[in-house]
């Protein structure tokens, strides 16, 4: 397999990480508005308590 360039693969890597971080954002927000619809501390805030 021909190697290519370090900085296309830091840029490939860089993609990924933002687009990974973006879709744990959501997901957490919609944990939290769920959560909050429900009445439900969210989770982290249940961990802290015990």
């Known amino acids: 397999m021909p190697r290519s360039d370090p900085s ?3 840029e490939r890597l860089k993609a990924a990480l933002k ?4 879709r ?3 997901q957490a927000r919609a944990r939290a508005a769920r959560a909050e619809t429900d ?3 969210p989770e ?4 802290a308590e015990e």
């Open 8 to 10: 296309s693969r830091d």
């Open 19 to 22: 687009s990974n971080m973006a």
């Open 24 to 26: 744990r954002k959501a």
């Open 39 to 41: 009445g439900e501390a």
């Open 44 to 47: 982290d805030e249940v961990a």
